[in-house]
């Protein structure tokens, strides 16, 4: 059937061929299908106007030829209807055509579209991987002078400790010299000032036993003679009872003279001891006193260089006439002086024992430096080991070459200096 004005007219008055096809396609499907449907038709006898009216609207709409009689016998009017059949179907034609060719065209798009993705995805892929490959060897390297430029910052850190460590282990061990050549020498001092007094204390203590024997001699001997006294003058008395009975006075002279005698010989004896022992314990007070004034660390003169001490004069304030006293008079005195004598020898020998706990302490010392020299060595073997370890692991590296020539001047300097 050719072509007639009025779709002519409907071509022209069409708005878009994609779009309103579409539409009215939709549409007329939707409305054929309901007409066909068993369940649901769209016109029956009952609503022919009012499907009439929607048809002519929806036409308007769409922009076909609106206005249809489908009531009228008039051949104009069928001849309109059939017209607008017509666009109808051949908009369908039309809109089957396209969307094949739209199907087509959409498959053809999509198998290329998925062959270049597949390409395009690989080589994603492939760049994705080669610039995750690069990035992470750039991390690797920038981690690995960071790694470097820490070793080097450490081997110079450990450089200057081990130089600091050295100088203070240097001055530690000529401070602890020092200190321990001062103590043995302050030791030797004591030793020889303690076996000196030592020696002067077991002296004195003998003279004082031989003092206390010979005091214990004289109370004994003193007992005896008031004993031999008591005795004579009970046998005077019961004698004087008989003396007129007696004979001659020639016996009574001579027996008088030999009790004088005896008396004056004891007496004499007495003296004489007494002297002696006045002496010895002048002599011993000198000697006391010397020992209690001679500075630490200086031993006193032995008792055979001593000088002569001077007898005359005494010991307490220079008096000379206090052992010359009888013994009731000076005792107080002299007890007291030999109480203070005893005293300070006392507190010397808690100062030698003093001097003893030193000495053990300096040997505490001496184990100290020898524990020092032992971590010395150790720290050594170290920085030996871990400036090897650098070197082995860089060698081709000019900076590390240097720093480990660096390390081994200096280990090698700090090695030779003497401890």
Known sequence: MPPTATDSDLRRSSVSPTSLGMRIFLTVQVNLEALFCSEYAFADLNNLEHCAKYLNNNLVTFGFPASLDLFSNDPVSVARTCNCIYALLQQRQRDVEFRESTNEQRQRVSIWAVVLSVKEWERLVIKTSLLSDISRL????ERLEAQLSGKDREIATMTRTEGKASASLKAQINKLQQERDEFQKMVLGNQQVRTQQIHDMKKKE??????????????????????????????????????????????????????????????QELVAENADLRALLRSMQVDMRKFLNAPNGKPSCPANDRPHADLSQSPLGGKTDVFDLPLHMARDQIEESLRTKVTSIKERMVQLQDAQKDAEAISEVTERELEL???????????????????????????PRRLSGHLTSGRDSIFASPL
């Open 138 to 141: 750039e991390a690797k390297v």
């Open 373 to 399: 020299e032992a971590e010395l060595v150790e720290a050594r073997s170290i920085i030996q080991e871990q400036a090897s370890i650098m070197s082995k692991h860089r060698p081709k590296s000019e900076r």
């Open 206 to 267: 003998k003279e004082y036993t031989k003092l206390q024997e010979k005091l214990n001699q004289v109370l004994m001997e003193k007992r005896k003679e008031s004993r031999s006294g008591m005795e004579i003058m009970n046998l005077l008395q019961k004698e004087g009872r008989q003396r007129g009975t007696w004979n001659g006075k020639k016996t009574d002279n001579d027996f008088y003279k030999k009790i004088v005698d005896t008396y004056e010989a004891k007496n």
